[in-house]
Nanobody
Framework: VQLQASGGGVVQAGGSLRLSCEAS????????TGWHRQVPGKPRELVAR???????NYEDSVKGRFTISRDNAKNTVYLQMNSLEPEDTGVYSC????????????????WGKGTQVTVSS
């Protein structure tokens, strides 16, 4: 199973970006999937998370600006980021609980490589 994150880039403050996290390989389904942000010198933090039933959680600083969503048919989770601020700058990585196929249906944790988001003031 591989997670591929994409959609990062350089944007001015107030702009928008949409990140995608696509899972590929052999598995039954994605369970909870989250986006995390890493800034040099700081611990990695959870930005947003979505369960397989669509329940969402957000870090306080992004509430009202970021929206996490998923397309189960495409095994993809999105992070729509609006009203971006310089403080949103960082490497964004996705993490997913993946349920393997039969016969065991084991749940395993996967991380994708990050995508850089840079917000200029």
């Amino acid at each position: 199973v591989q997670l591929q994150a994409s959609g990062g880039g350089v944007v001015q403050a107030g702009g928008s970006l949409r990140l995608s996290c696509e899972a590929s390989g052999s598995f039954a389904r994605l369970n909870t999937t989250g986006w995390h942000r890493q800034v040099p010198g700081k611990p990695r933090e959870l930005v947003a998370r979505i369960t397989n039933t669509g329940n969402t959680n957000y870090e306080d600083s992004v509430k009202g600006r970021f929206t996490i969503s998923r397309d189960n048919a495409k095994n993809t989770v999105y992070l729509q980021m609006n009203s971006l601020e310089p403080e949103d700058t960082g490497v964004y990585s996705c993490n997913a609980e993946v349920v393997s196929g039969p016969p065991y249906y084991m749940m395993m944790d996967y991380w994708g490589k990050g995508t850089q988001v840079t917000v200029s003031s």
